[in-house]
């Protein structure tokens, strides 16, 4: 199975400052696609951003933004112009290209500091 | 449009009873899963459903726990009996097939055992 890791159990940042979120995943597969997931505290988790491991470039959602560097692995989230509604849990997640599972991380509880 | 809606969204029950969740996914998803969340990690799949056919319940304690989706569309998850261990909130998910299909989650489930 795939494994995604989120290395940061917490992060904090300053209201209006940009933050970056780690995540990394373990594969052999060529196709997948990657998202991340917010959860805020005792809300449903609703998703943030999604990238297709096929496309180059980078996906962008308003103030979020993902650096996908598909050789490492790598699938960081950065949130710029940080406001206080985005406390909460972000989940990194892959999903299989065929099968349609879904693996998440562990997470990253991120504080937003007036 | 409708979202997931899951019920009841709290319960307490002492250990060695049983409880049930039940979930009704976004009209016309055909793939439906349940995922157990304990405090402080990321979501753990335990059954997914594809229409009323069961995809993967590999990580789903089935001496404990059991699933079902009749028709294919709302699907009820049953623990009988309860452990402590199985303090956590329930999370159903759906998703639209094919292509790169977010998950779409309720609002959850939250199970305390004492």
């Known amino acids: 199975a795939q494994t995604v890791t989120q290395s940061q159990p917490e992060m904090s940042v300053q209201e209006a400052e940009t933050v970056t979120l780690s995540c990394t995943y373990d594969?052999?597969?060529?196709?997948?696609?990657l998202f991340w997931y917010k959860q805020p505290p005792s809300r449903q988790m609703i998703l943030v951003i999604r990238q297709e491991a096929y496309k180059q470039q980078n996906a962008t959602e308003n103030r979020f933004s993902v650096n996908f560097q598909k050789a490492a692995k790598s699938f960081s989230l950065k949130i710029s112009d940080s406001q206080l509604g985005d406390a909460a849990m972000y989940f990194c997640?892959?999903?299989?290209?065929?099968?349609?599972?879904?693996?998440f991380g562990t997470g990253t509880s991120l504080t937003v500091i007036p | 449009e409708a979202g997931v809606a899951q019920s009841p969204r709290y319960k307490i029950i002492e250990k060695r009873q049983s409880v049930a969740f039940w979930c009704n996914p976004i009209?016309?998803?055909?793939?439906l899963y349940w995922y157990q969340q304990i405090l402080g990690q990321g979501p753990k799949l335990l059954i997914q459903f594809q229409n009323n056919g069961v995809v993967d319940d590999s990580q789903l304690p089935k001496d404990r726990f059991s699933a079902e989706r009749l028709k294919g569309v709302d699907s009820t998850l049953k623990i009988q009996p309860a452990k402590l261990e199985d303090s956590a909130v329930y999370l159903c998910a759906s998703s639209l097939e094919p292509g790169p299909g977010e998950l779409f989650f309720g609002e959850g489930s939250r199970l305390t055992v004492l």
């Open positions: 009209s016309g998803h055909a793939t």
């Open positions: 594969t052999s597969e060529s196709d997948y696609y």
């Open positions: 997640a892959y999903r299989r290209f065929t099968g349609n599972q879904f693996y």
